[in-house]
């Protein structure tokens, strides 16, 4: 858990009134698992089933 001491400073902050609904941001509509590089992965039932690697080019 991150302390508020570890977030990195901006020179210039933007006061944004409590009652404006917030810009669009594509990274904040995202999950926090997917944009933190440590997320945990997938479990084995939720995986496509995929071809094994030795399968895979075998055309010819």
């Known amino acids: 858990m991150q302390c508020f001491h570890d977030v990195p400073r901006f020179s210039r902050a933007v006061a944004v009134p409590a009652t404006q609904p917030p ?3 594509p990274g904040r509509d995202a999950e926090p ?5 440590g997320a945990p992965q997938a479990d084995p039932h939720e995986l496509p089933d995929l071809p094994e690697p030795a399968e ?5």
């Open 33 to 37: 698992d997917e944009r933190q590089p």
């Open 23 to 25: 810009k669009h941001d």
């Open 56 to 60: 895979v080019g075998e055309d010819g």
